[in-house]
């Protein structure tokens, strides 16, 4: 007997109920029901309890380009208007708005009327999309229009859709950059018992050499100095134009807050300052109590300016990025590069997305696992519009997407052919729209430009079925923005691509797998970039092969990413405990396993998480999980590719 709606069986029995409840001779009536109606044996042969459906769309569609877009935005049309106004029009124009004093202080085209009003966020984000646009392939602008005409939106409307991805993160780099140009900085740092305790503490080579306590400070993914005595002082000196607060300071050792108010805290100006001018601050921190040896240390450092910055609302000073640096204590036997500069959560940041790849010696049966989480800007919206979305480009050619409501493209996908993708944004001002202030200084305008990741990503499901195709493809794109992609493919080969927009023709696409005697593929100490053992490789938000992916003066000096990005310190942390779950269940990973690293509180962004899904290449099988806050909190549903109808 075939299976009524679960929505018709509700019906039925609370029929009957009510029946039964309202017979005089209860036992009377329901032995009349029992006798004279087959209602309760359609019941019982028909309303089995069914699972709750997926709380996100699960959409096929077929033919040309224009069909499958048509198709997409009649199924899902009051979802695609949803998603426009609820993510554009109240989340991220507001958002976008907010960021024009800063860029307006520098970019002067943008204190021009038509900006004002509030238009300024709608018109960067059109401006961008018509630019994008020239580098999408035919293919999918007719998808898009089939997707407007099916939605009943405006075709420009959906093509701002499709593109503020890359225009808002473009844009982000820019005005995060300019903000920390106006904060305070970490400029150096002074350890004096470093000079004489007989020990090489920057790991140079060289032991108690002049000055050996007295470096500049740069971020690093590994720790700054070695061996350091337990109870030696770290002086820092911070720098601000507008005078750094002394009252904001705050040092973080081991999730203990040190500020101007604490003994082991001493904070005073670094020198005489000029007449009209603000001296740095020399912050000295001394343990309470000898730390223990061999022991790995970190410390957060935060400050803010003296400035009051009125726009954009509320009035607030300048916060610099939270620094973080490592050491280690005398009698750890490590180099600098052995230790990674994890730090730790204080719980003010986030996770950001990751991902990793699984195969052979690493997997319970050999078979390759792709994993991912992606995280950026969900704004309490885009959980409500996931989509997988199904393309049925051609007989034997078919692809599956993990995005949302009137995009063409997800950050996650996988073919037929067992080709699997995952994307990770990796902030970096080698971009479209820094280009532009390159090239036009202060006429410059912030024009996106280049081939939005989501198209990219189409690219290479649709057009390879093997790694080395599907990495070749997208290495050789003119991209729009930072990102890292990981591919894996039925067979089990796996590569990261990392990429940037290469403004100055320098750096370029990356590739590397997880064998360090691969070309590319090792650190300067011949470690693999991302990989624990021979069958395992991951992405985070920060670039390991691309770290100098823009140094260079243009009005200011740019730096490379691991200097002003506010994902690069979660990022390493986020990779290395990512990296340490791998290595202890090495070997024993199926797709249950997989999905508890995706589900581990330390690495799951629960502000902004909005698609998890499992790959199973060879099996071209998926599991997804979407449409709650964090994602990974949700089910993971599973689907066959070949029979998702």
């Not at 603000?278 to 003296?306: C, F, N, Y």
Request: net charge negative.
């Amino acid at each position: 007997m075939a299976q009524l709606p679960r929505w018709m069986c509700c019906v039925i029995e609370d029929l009957c109920l009510r029946a039964w409840l309202l017979t005089p001779s209860r036992q009377i009536g329901l032995r009349a029901i029992l006798t004279n109606s087959a209602v309760l044996l359609v019941i019982s042969g028909a309303c089995s309890r069914a699972e709750p459906p997926p709380p996100y769309d699960v959409v096929v569609v077929s033919g040309t380009p224009y069909q499958r877009g048509l198709q997409h935005g009649q199924h899902l049309q009051a979802k695609i208007r949803s998603f426009y106004t609820r993510m554009l029009s109240t989340s991220l124009l507001p958002y976008l708005n907010r960021q024009q004093h800063d860029i307006q202080a520098v970019l002067q085209v943008y204190k021009g009327a038509e900006y004002g009003n509030g238009q300024f966020s709608n018109l960067l984000l059109r401006e961008s999309a018509r630019e994008l646009a020239k580098s999408i392939p035919q293919t999918y602008l007719d998808e898009m229009h089939g997707v407007a005409d099916g939605s009943g939106m405006a075709y420009e409307d959906i093509l701002v859709l499709n593109t503020f991805l890359d225009t808002t993160l473009g844009a982000r780099s820019i005005t995060y950059f300019l903000q920390q140009v106006g904060a305070p900085a970490l400029v150096s740092m002074r350890i004096p018992a470093c000079d004489s305790d007989g020990r090489d503490n920057d790991d140079d080579g060289l032991t108690d050499e002049p000055h050996e306590g007295t470096l500049d400070y740069a971020a690093s993914p590994t720790a700054t100095l070695v061996e350091l005595p337990v109870d030696a002082s770290l002086t820092l000196q911070l720098s601000d134009s507008d005078g750094v607060d002394p009252a904001k300071v705050r040092i973080l050792v081991d999730n203990i807050v040190y500020d101007q108010n604490s003994p082991n805290l001493q904070i005073a100006p670094w020198s005489t300052a000029a007449p009209g001018e603000h001296a740095d601050l020399r912050v000295t921190w001394t343990p309470p109590v000898p730390l223990q040896k061999g022991k790995t240390i970190s410390m957060i450092i935060e400050a803010s300016d003296l400035a009051i910055a009125a726009e954009p609302p509320p009035a607030h000073a300048h916060a610099m990025r939270p620094e973080q640096l490592t050491w280690t204590t005398q009698d750890s036997a490590l180099h600098r590069w052995q230790v990674v500069n994890r730090g730790f959560w204080d719980g003010t940041t986030q996770p950001p997305a990751h991902g990793f790849a699984l195969r052979g010696t690493a997997t319970a049966d050999g078979n390759p696992l792709l994993a991912h989480h992606f995280s950026l800007l969900d704004a309490g919206v885009a959980h409500d519009h996931v989509v997988v979305l199904v393309q049925d480009l051609a007989p034997g050619k078919r692809v599956v997407t993990i995005g949302w409501a009137g995009l063409v493209y997800g950050m996650e996908g996988m073919n037929q052919d067992g080709l699997a993708i995952a994307i990770d944004h990796s902030d970096t001002l080698n971009n479209p729209l820094v280009d532009n202030v390159r090239r036009n200084v202060l006429k410059a305008k912030l024009l996106s430009g280049g081939v939005p990741v989501g198209f990219a990503l189409r690219q290479a499901l649709d057009g390879a079925s093997t790694v080395a195709a599907g990495a070749d493809l997208l290495a050789g794109l003119k991209h729009s923005f930072g990102w890292n992609f990981l591919l894996v493919d039925a067979t089990g080969a796996m590569r990261v691509l990392e990429v940037d927009s290469n403004i100055l023709g320098t750096t370029g696409a990356r590739q590397y797998g997880p064998d360090p005697s691969e070309p590319g593929a090792a650190d300067a100490y011949g470690r693999a970039l991302a990989s624990v053992g021979a069958d395992d490789l991951q992405i985070g938000a920060h670039f390991r092969a691309l770290t100098n992916d823009l140094n260079v003066t243009i009005l200011y000096d740019i730096r490379p990413q691991r200097f002003w990005s506010s994902y690069y310190f979660p990022s390493v942390r986020t990779g290395d405990a990512m990296a340490a779950e791998i290595a202890s269940h090495y070997g024993k990973f199926a797709v249950d396993s997989a999905i508890a690293l995706l589900r581990r509180p330390d690495l799951v962004d629960r502000n902004d998480s909005m698609t998890a899904v499992v790959f199973e290449p060879a099996k071209r099988r998926l599991h997804t999980a979407a449409g709650t806050v964090p994602a990974t909190d949700g089910n993971f549903d599973t689907y066959s590719l070949m029979e998702m109808k």
